[in-house]
């Protein structure tokens, strides 16, 4: 999960991979499925440029699944997070334009799919990141976020992470606490070193702010 205005942007959980590879095969679902598999092969690239041709790659895929389909909510998803990643590597300045060409993405997957976890979780970071003046909601994020868990309650570890967040960001780091430990549980169950080294950097900074507040 990046830092910064499009946070909420989180590779696809295990079992939503799943869901792709059992879903009836069809052209566009074939193509969202790409769109999906380089949106994984640019969180785990090491370079910015392989991220960014990953990315690109993965865009292009879900804009042609969309093409064929409209109605794929997983392409839509796939095309909001592929942009989101691209605008984040090439430094946009996060503007109204960019942020309402995204949550349309977002929004279009969940009206196809309201129980997508991973379109939930993304637009729960949203509405944690964005100004009021745009949109941000501390509620609407922490529902958003908590269905994502409560949907997937043994993956959604981007979606923990982030409502931990969202405590801090309330001046209630002790409730982050038991949402972060169960994340890093997970994420080293699923051998995800990234999201068990981020959830683990802020474990250790929420409990550093609760010693310091007592």
Avoid: W
């Avoid at 292009?60 to 794929?72: G, L, T, W």
Wanted: charged residues 30%; glycine residues 8%; contains cysteine.
């Amino acid at each position: 999960m990046a830092i910064g205005i499009f946070g909420g942007i989180a590779p696809p959980s295990s079992a939503q991979q799943v869901a792709y590879l059992n879903a009836a095969p069809t052209p566009s679902r074939d193509l969202s499925r790409h769109a999906i598999e380089c949106l994984q092969r640019g969180e785990d690239a090491p370079t910015k440029e392989a991220k960014l041709l990953a990315y690109q790659e993965g865009l292009k895929y879900a804009e042609q699944a969309i093409a064929q389909d409209d109605s794929d909510a997983d392409a839509h998803f796939a095309r909001f997070a592929n942009r989101g990643r691209i605008l984040l590597l090439e430094g946009a300045t996060p503007n109204p334009l960019n942020l309402l060409k995204i949550n349309r993405e977002l929004d279009r997957a969940l009206e196809l799919n309201p129980n997508h976890a991973d379109a939930l979780a993304a637009k729960g970071g949203l509405y944690r990141q964005l100004p009021r003046l745009l949109g941000g909601s501390e509620s609407k994020a922490e529902q958003c976020l908590a269905r994502a868990i409560a949907i997937e309650p043994d993956r959604a570890v981007g979606a923990r992470i982030e409502l931990a967040q969202l405590y801090r960001d309330r001046g209630e780091p002790e409730r982050g606490i038991p949402v972060l430990r169960a994340a890093i549980s997970i994420a080293q169950r699923d051998g995800k070193k990234r999201q068990t080294d981020e959830a683990e950097d802020l474990l250790r900074q929420l409990t550093g702010e609760i010693k310091a507040g007592k």
